[in-house]
Nanobody
Framework: QVQLVESGGGLVQPGGSLRLSCAAS????????MGWYRQAPGKQRELVAG???????KYVDFVKGRFTISRDNAKNMVYLQMNSLKPDDTAVYYC????????WGQGTQVTVSS
């Protein structure tokens, strides 16, 4: 069974940065396209960034130029570097395959507030 564990969230001021990490276990990770998703209060969960097994990247418009997704296949890890954070980025962030294949982890809370 695949387990996903997200970490790295926290409280940050607008304009600040955070680096999220996702550890995946129980799967041959390197064959899967992976994504970072987020769910803000009262909203549906949405994909914000994706990375294929070959390293191709995609981002939704509202994070382009601010967020960077990366992966380390040897460590079964996916990362999301978030810069120039805005209050609208406040959400619980999750990782999963892209498209979604596995049960969700607990997520990591990101709060952007002054």
């Amino acid at each position: 069974q695949v387990q996903l564990v997200e970490s790295g969230g926290g409280l940050v001021q607008p304009g600040g940065s955070l680096r999220l990490s996702c550890a995946a276990s129980g799967t041959i990770f390197r064959f899967n396209a992976m994504g970072w998703y987020r769910q803000a209060p009262g909203k549906q969960r949405e994909l914000v960034a994706g990375i294929t097994s070959g390293g191709s990247l995609k981002y939704v418009d509202f994070v382009k130029g601010r967020f960077t997704i990366s992966r380390d296949n040897a460590k079964n890890m996916v990362y999301l570097q978030m810069n120039s954070l805005k209050p609208d980025d406040t959400a619980v962030y999750y990782c999963n395959a892209d498209p979604v294949l596995w049960y969700w982890g607990q997520g990591t809370q990101v709060t952007v507030s002054s």
